[in-house]
């Protein structure tokens, strides 16, 4: 096995420490899978009961300048690693000051490690100075890859895209200390509801005029003529989602799909993507 990644690209790499510090506030343990064309992040909801499920898409060819991977044999030709994203955040935390570089390579120190190699600029002179850390990883074995499956879009019935993430953001904070779940209520002609039942009260807020990215043609269909799909989900899945987001890209997409689950969706930059799928809950 063999992998090795450059970014010469400051924008992406800020993008990249964003997604790792991210998942390090979702979960202690992720898996990296490397493929020829794309490199996925994944949390399982198996690594937490109230993490939800979650993962990165990074385009290699869009983002990595150099980029060399072989993988475990001709017949599968990928690489699966399990690590903790902290670790891996800390080591590339100088990014966020600008790099002339930042390399990713797979190696073997005593055990295998995900070597970070960059160079960075002095904060006490304009000179450069490199700086290298070995981040522990575990190399998953093919016969084990069944067990952490490619995790699929939902084929939602509509797909709405907001222009913003921090209004919905708070209120979802909140909402989750007046109700355990919050119902997304979403419509074809652009209109999407949020609300939480109590005892007491309702609480809903409505966002208007969305650009409708899809629309299923056998979704459910009001009188008007107006499609329409709900589903109720955790809060404190989707509190944690949005709580633990460290893009500062505003837009954001969510579809509601038949299989009962709520799809985020976040296009971080050209050809990085993140996502997050919440299951319906019934009580």
Not at 39 to 57: C, K, Q, R
Not at 120 to 148: G, K
Not at 232 to 261: H, R
Request: hydrophobic share 40%; glycine share 2%; net charge neutral.
């Amino acid at each position: 096995m063999k992998f090795r990644a450059v970014i010469h690209d400051q924008h992406v790499m800020r993008e990249l420490l964003n997604v790792i510090l991210t998942l390090s506030k979702l979960t202690k343990k992720c898996i990296m899978k490397i493929s020829s064309q794309k490199i996925y992040f994944i949390v399982n909801e198996d690594t937490g009961n109230t993490s939800p499920l979650v993962w990165a898409e990074i385009c290699t060819e869009q983002n990595f300048t150099e980029y060399l991977m072989e993988g475990v044999n001709d017949q599968h030709q990928d690489i699966m690693l399990s690590f903790n994203p902290t670790n891996l955040a800390r080591a590339i935390m100088a990014l966020r000051t600008g790099a002339k570089y930042c390399k990713i390579k797979l190696t073997n120190v005593q055990y295998p490690c995900l070597t970070i190699d960059m160079e960075v600029q002095s904060s006490i002179s304009d000179r450069y100075r490199q700086i290298v850390h070995d981040v522990p990883v575990d190399v998953i074995p093919r016969v084990d890859w069944v067990a952490f499956p490619l995790p699929e879009i939902p084929n939602s019935d509509i797909f709405l895209t907001l222009a913003s993430n921090r209004t919905i953001r708070s209120h979802i904070d909140k909402l989750k200390n007046h109700s355990p779940s919050i119902t997304f209520y979403a419509k074809s002609n652009g209109e999407m509801s949020v609300a939480a039942e109590t005892e007491l009260m309702t609480i809903t807020t409505r966002y208007k005029n969305l650009d409708v990215n899809k629309i299923k043609a056998n979704a459910k269909r009001r009188e008007s003529g107006t499609l329409e799909a709900s589903c109720t989900v955790s809060s404190k899945k989707m509190a944690i989602f949005f709580s633990s987001l460290q893009f500062q890209t505003p837009e954001w997409s969510c579809g509601i799909s038949p299989d009962n689950v709520v799809h985020l969706q976040i296009d971080v930059s050209h050809g990085l993507t993140f996502h997050s799928v919440i299951p319906a809950v019934y009580f």
